[in-house]
């Protein structure tokens, strides 16, 4: 082979390497740009501790969330600003507190799947160290038609024997521990008057009336705060549209 030979065969082949990576690099950026709709996992944050202050989620060290995670400071829940779609799911998932410097209160290494919903609720006080966190995953089979699913998770520190949860009188959920959730019940559709107790007694201490069980929908009622404050912080409770 002479020399102009030589000289295009190397040029041939340092072309194909070329073209090689550059279609890798191309095949990269496809896969590092797709949507939080197209990942279709949605996540919220609930931040049940009166003492936290507000709170990021980072994601992989980025910041996920428009608005801060706050403790909802009235009987109304519109501080809880819902499910939101992740751009990522990578770990590690970093509750990073707002005010002081980026600080981060925890971190979680949660495997998730495409297409499901997840809550993460904080509890418990940061003065003394007992921030509790309690993760479900909001995805469940479907009820059976003309009925809806509820299930309770008990966010409340000050209670030691547990929840109880009475829907129109008839017990519901009996005796759910602190940072326990229960599973998903089947209710028939309609309006429910929702009590919850301390175990074994028979005195509410809260109701929400009025809660509407919807066809094929899902729920989860939660209790947080504490039975022995009388400021914002009271026991309290609301719940949450899954589905």
Known sequence: MDLNNKRVGIWLFGGAIGLIFLLFLQSCGKET????????????????????FPVNLYV???IVNKSLFSFPTSNSFSQNIGYFYLPSIDTPFQIRSALTTNQTIFSRHDMLKVGLKYSLFITGTFSDQSIKQIFTVDTASLPATGRGKIRFVNACPSVANGLDVYANGTQAFSKVLYTEQSKYIELPIGNYDFKI?????????KEIPVVTI???RLYT???YGYTTRTDSATFNAAVITNK
């Open 221 to 223: 009622l939660y209790a």
């Open 214 to 216: 919807q066809d094929g």
């Open 33 to 52: 740009t797709a949507g939080p709709q197209g990942l279709n996992v949605q996540y919220e944050v609930l931040n049940l501790s009166p003492d936290l």
């Open 60 to 62: 992989n060290f980025k």
């Open 197 to 205: 107790n301390i175990n074994g007694s028979t005195t509410a201490q």
